[in-house]
């Protein structure tokens, strides 16, 4: 079997049927609703509270974003790069951003793009109790 074969699979329940051996696989497939440890923060990060604050006095306000565009609009405003990461795992948790995938084609490639999409009266919510849930 060479690793430069490609056959398109199909997931049900899970598991995967291999296209040349017939043989079963279970997949983990994305299901995180954001950073588990999150769930027993009782405020959030100042870096996370900056982002809220921008995006809530944004244009972008009532648009779905990719992960890259909302770091490049925020470069310079918080940190970027894995603590960036960290702070939108931690407002998905929350439930101030929801989650879409849209298909993106890149080099003749498809894979699926994560959008993030404000929760606007949540993001105000806790924007007044001072980062508290």
């Not at 995006?55 to 925020?74: D, G, N, V």
Request: hydrophobic share 35%; net charge positive.
């Amino acid at each position: 079997m060479s690793l430069t074969n490609h056959a398109v699979v199909v997931v049900r329940s899970g598991n995967v049927r291999c296209p040349q051996c017939s043989s079963v696989f279970n997949i983990k497939q994305h299901t995180s609703n954001g950073a588990a440890y999150a769930r027993k923060m009782k405020r959030l990060p100042p870096s996370g509270l900056k982002i809220l604050t921008w995006w809530l006095a944004s244009s972008y306000i009532h648009q779905s974003l990719t992960k890259q565009f909302l770091r490049e609009k925020l470069r310079g405003k918080t940190s970027v790069g894995s603590p960036f990461d960290a702070r939108i795992s931690e407002l998905k948790n929350w439930n101030i951003l929801n989650t879409s995938y849209h298909k993106r084609v890149k080099s003749g490639k498809v894979s699926l793009v994560p959008t993030y999409q404000l929760n606007i009266t949540k993001a105000k919510k806790i924007l007044e109790a001072g980062g508290r849930k």
